[in-house]
């Protein structure tokens, strides 16, 4: 009689990043050493319901893919399968759907789900497990902003695209002596423009979690001026919020009734407000650059590769073990675990008193806060 090899299945959710080849490569491979047969399935959650659709993945199929950014199975952050929506509501799954993909999997002799996704993808991961179907999960997001792990994978290589795009900024604007605006992403958090502004050595850093107004941008500008340098560098996340609280959306530029409800809202345009106000307020030239989803895309940075590949393995290990409801996360020098509903509960954001922020204040860079500026540019006690 034939005996079948039970099987793993895996999926990647939500917005893609550099690493997620290298996570199906490393399930795969660890999976077939312990003598499990590996399933894709396509397009997120969606390749679970009718209409099915899956990938048998073996080490020949994912040889190769390590370094290649994007991911073979596709990936989806908006229609059926959505757990967060607007600015950041949590949505339940219709339960018809959560007893679909149960069947599929069990049709399918699925023994464990590996769920690769950020925030939105891992509490779909959560009403999975509280399903009773058998999931792991795999934080992933160049935003970093999952709680209960020191880094997602995805973030490194968008620092460093950013940082490549800051530094290319730096020597035109230096030549121009223009004040540029570099707009980057993160929804929750400014990890992206707080660690590739210091990279870079940007002059003005903005983000969801330090509030700041254009008085004290200015003020930032002036200084740097006043000091001899007459162009500066500004990094603003896409979710930093106006003075006054709210935050740029692209979504506002589309026609009523366009685009898809069941979606969270799309942010963008913040870059091009901050230059418009400094332009109008200072009467100079501002330029703005919108880095968007060249961050997203791209090969993945060996830090990337390393951290990708280590979740893969421990993974593989958590569905072996049994350890359902599990996602694995980094606490360095360690990959561990933690419940998935821990990881979904809390955000990870920059803290205003982190020491890579005071490290920023202690070199000069602003916030655009009225915290006193330090460095070359620090303004005489009493100004
Ligand atoms: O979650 C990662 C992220 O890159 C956010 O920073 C950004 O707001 C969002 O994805 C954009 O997603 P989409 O490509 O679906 O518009």
Redesign the pocket.
């Known amino acids: 009689m034939a005996t079948h090899r039970p099987r793993i299945g895996i999926l990647t959710g ?2 893609d ?1 550099p690493g997620l080849n290298a996570v199906i490569r490393a399930v795969v491979k660890s999976s077939f050493r312990l003598g499990y047969e590996c399933l894709g399935f396509l397009r997120g959650y969606e390749g679970l319901v009718e209409p099915v659709a899956w990938t048998p993945l073996n080490p020949q199929v994912t040889a190769g893919i390590l370094t290649r950014g994007g991911t073979i199975l596709g990936s989806s ?2 229609g059926r399968f959505t757990a967060l929506v607007g600015e950041n509501d949590r949505v339940a799954i219709d339960p018809q759907l959560l007893d679909e993909a149960a069947a599929t999997l069990r049709s399918l002799r699925v023994c464990g789900l590996i769920c690769v996704g ?2 939105g993808s891992l509490s779909i991961a959560q009403q999975f497990h509280e399903h009773g179907i058998p999931v792991v999960g795999v934080p992933k ?3 970093n ?1 999952l709680g209960a792990t020191a880094f997602t994978f995805g973030f490194d290589s ?1 620092v460093a695209t950013a940082t490549d795009a800051l530094d290319r900024l730096h020597t035109t604007a230096a030549s121009h002596e223009r004040i540029m605006v570099l707009e980057v ?3 929750h958090a400014g990890w ?1 423009a707080l660690h590739a502004g210091i990279a870079a050595g940007g002059d003005v850093i903005l983000i969801p979690e330090i509030d700041w107004n254009f008085d004290h941008v200015c003020r930032a500008v002036l200084a740097r001026e006043a000091g001899g340098k007459k162009f500066t560098l500004i990094v603003v996340a ?2 930093a919020r106006l003075p006054g609280g709210k935050s740029v959306q ?1 979504d506002s530029a589309l026609p009523a009734g366009s685009g898809d409800q069941r ?2 809202v ?3 345009g913040v870059g091009e407000v901050v230059a418009g106000e400094i332009s109008r307020r200072l009467g100079r030239e501002v330029r703005t650059v919108v880095l968007g ?1 060249l ?2 895309g791209g090969q993945p940075t060996p830090f990337d590769r390393v951290l990708a590949t280590q979740f893969g393995a421990h993974a593989v290990r958590l569905v072996h073990q049994g350890r359902f409801g599990e996602m694995v996360c980094y606490s360095p020098p360690d990959i561990n675990s933690v419940p998935i509903a821990t990881a979904v509960s809390r955000l990870s954001q920059v803290a205003a008193d982190s020491s890579a922020v005071l490290a920023a204040r202690a070199l000069g860079i602003a916030f655009g806060d009225d915290a006193p500026l330090a460095g070359p540019f620090a303004e005489p006690p009493g100004a």
């Open positions: 939500g917005g990043c952050n908006s950020g925030d997001t160049i935003d902003d968008a992403m993160g929804r992206i896409e979710g692209a979606r969270q799309r942010l963008g989803h961050q997203r």
